[in-house]
């Protein structure tokens, strides 16, 4: 029986996915995220390489593969230059009454 080594293993798995879910519209991105997998400690067995492909086809089948929105970053804005800084007190922290004798 030939030895077959875990990339080889996984390179099937994905294969056989890609090809069983091109009908089904899988997207381009999905294959490519699969093909990034490497393996690097362990020996993990044919059922553990399959629930990852599965895990990583499925997830990057629902993403589809687009790039989520940008966080919003209002930093640097035009409209902060309108805005003054809060003025300095040093009646501010008598008002308080925790240090007033």
Known sequence: ???VNDAELLADAVAELVQ???AAGSSA???AAAADIRIVKGAPTD???A???VAVL?????????????????W?????LHRQPAAFSPDSFAAGGRFSG
């Open 76 to 80: 640097g804005h035009p409209a902060l």
């Open 51 to 53: 629930a990852v492909v």
């Open 29 to 31: 991105p999905a294959a």
């Open 58 to 74: 499925s997830a990057a089948a629902e993403n589809g593969g687009a790039a989520s929105d940008p966080v919003h970053d209002a």
């Open 1 to 3: 029986m030939p030895e």
């Open 47 to 49: 059922e553990e390489l």
């Open 20 to 22: 069983a879910n091109g």
